[in-house]
């Protein structure tokens, strides 16, 4: 598949170089100099100028690509080159990083196909490392909505029930169940939760909390920290 990218910033290039790996032609459109040089070094082809600009898409390819990302810091850029590639019938994806946009955003880009946070899900993923809980941010979906990846420890108050008899939270929903070395699936009822097993869920932040108590139990540093207060929040 051929992607243009605006921006070859740190979320930018990186997107690039996974798209590449995966043996995907890739065009970065950046007009910061470092930025290109830098991106150049790694042998992307890379289109000096604004990203927000026609003629600029148009050098870039945008009418022959499959998809757009507009992953730059300026949001506005973001949504007029998306608005630019949707004309070209492209898939676009805009990156957006402050949350209370996003209604804006939705409401007057309705041609845009995804909103991503790059910044929520770095701040997700180092949450959970300090939590020290099995699971991981996969993507988010909304201004509120998260899907993660949990595996059950020895711990999980759910360990030894089957998929049936597992209650998560109303603003949570269960998509996919693997066994610790298998694949993932659609959950079947009868299927038990066992040590390493994996599910992936759609969650309202504000439940997330709760979600991992459930399928991963507290981790030895919350257990300890308990402990040593006498269990008083």
Same mark, same amino acid.
């Given at each position: 598949?051929?992607?243009?990218?605006?921006? *070859?910033?740190?979320?930018?290039?990186?997107?690039?170089?996974?798209?590449?790996?995966?043996?995907?032609?890739?065009?970065?459109?950046?007009?910061?100099?470092?930025?290109?040089?830098?991106?150049?070094?790694?042998?992307?082809?890379?289109?000096?100028?604004?990203?927000?600009?026609?003629?600029?898409?148009?050098?870039?390819?945008?009418?022959?690509?499959? *998809?757009?990302? %507009?992953?730059?810091?300026?949001?506005?850029?973001?949504? *007029?080159?998306?608005?630019?590639?949707?004309?070209?019938?492209?898939?676009?994806?805009?990156?957006?990083?402050?949350?209370?946009?996003?209604?804006?955003?939705?409401?007057?880009?309705?041609? @845009?196909?995804? @909103?991503?946070?790059?910044?929520?899900?770095?701040?997700?993923?180092?949450?959970?490392?300090?939590?020290?809980?099995?699971?991981?941010?996969?993507?988010?979906?909304?201004?509120?909505?998260?899907?993660?990846?949990?595996?059950?420890?020895?711990?999980?108050?759910?360990?030894?029930?089957?998929?049936?008899?597992?209650?998560?939270? %109303?603003?949570?929903?269960?998509?996919?169940?693997?066994?610790?070395?298998? &694949?993932?699936?659609?959950?079947?009822?009868?299927?038990?939760?066992?040590?390493?097993?994996?599910?992936?869920?759609?969650?309202?932040?504000? &439940?997330?909390?709760?979600?991992?108590?459930?399928?991963?139990?507290?981790?030895? %540093? &919350?257990?300890?920290?308990?402990?040593?207060?006498?269990?008083?929040?």
């Amino acid at each position: 598949m051929r992607f243009v990218i605006i921006g *070859a910033g740190r979320v930018g290039l990186r997107t690039a170089r996974v798209l590449r790996d995966e043996d995907h032609e890739v065009t970065l459109v950046e007009r910061d100099e470092p930025r290109v040089r830098r991106a150049r070094n790694q042998d992307f082809r890379v289109v000096v100028g604004d990203g927000s600009r026609e003629d600029v898409l148009e050098d870039a390819g945008i009418d022959g690509a499959d *998809a757009l990302g %507009a992953l730059t810091s300026d949001l506005n850029a973001n949504f *007029a080159a998306c608005m630019i590639a949707n004309h070209y019938g492209c898939r676009t994806v805009m990156r957006i990083d402050e949350d209370y946009r996003e209604n804006i955003y939705r409401k007057y880009a309705d041609e @845009v196909d995804e @909103v991503i946070y790059p910044e929520r899900l770095g701040a997700m993923g180092a949450k959970n490392a300090l939590l020290g809980g099995t699971i991981r941010a996969i993507a988010d979906i909304a201004q509120s909505l998260q899907i993660v990846e949990l595996a059950i420890t020895d711990d999980a108050p759910v360990h030894g029930y089957t998929i049936s008899e597992l209650e998560l939270p %109303a603003d949570a929903t269960l998509l996919a169940f693997g066994k610790r070395d298998g &694949v993932l699936e659609i959950p079947t009822a009868d299927e038990s939760l066992e040590t390493g097993d994996r599910l992936v869920v759609l969650a309202d932040f504000d &439940v997330l909390s709760d979600v991992r108590q459930i399928l991963v139990g507290e981790s030895p %540093a &919350v257990a300890a920290a308990n402990a040593g207060s006498g269990g008083v929040n």
